[in-house]
Nanobody, 124 residues
Framework: QVQLVESGGGLVQAGGFLNLSCTVS????????MGWFRRAPGKERESVAA????????YYGDSLKGRFTISRDNAKNTVYLQMNSLRPEDTAVYYC?????????????????WGQGTQVTVST
């Protein structure tokens, strides 16, 4: 059984930072791309960032590159999302997902395992 467990969410003031983690079990982590996605209240789920199986290539959603950084540690079966200069519009439930393939993608259809999500709230 594949499990993805996110952690690191919380309440932060605008301009602050948070580091999210997602640890995977039940599948060979190092073979697959990983992604972060988010769903804000009343909005569709959107792509945040993705990383290929070997950490060689990363992808970012529109306007997020420069503030957010995705990384992974294959020895720890964990993917990270470092979020800096947070804004109230970054408030959302953040989900990590494991890809169907090794190559990274911001296409949600390319991911077949999902975590439960972690809430990130950015106050003004």
């Amino acid at each position: 059984q594949v499990q993805l467990v996110e952690s690191g969410g919380g309440l932060v003031q605008a301009g602050g930072f948070l580091n999210l983690s997602c640890t995977v079990s039940g599948r060979t982590f190092s073979r697959y791309a990983m992604g972060w996605f988010r769903r804000a209240p009343g909005k569709e789920r959107e792509s945040v960032a993705a990383i290929n199986y070997s950490s060689g290539i990363t992808y970012y959603g529109d306007s997020l590159k420069g503030r957010f950084t995705i990384s992974r540690d294959n020895a720890k079966n964990t993917v990270y999302l470092q979020m800096n200069s947070l804004r109230p519009e970054d408030t959302a439930v953040y989900y990590c997902a494991m890809g169907r393939y090794g190559s990274g993608s911001l296409n949600q259809d390319d991911y077949n395992y999902w975590g439960q999500g972690t809430q990130v709230t950015v106050s003004t």
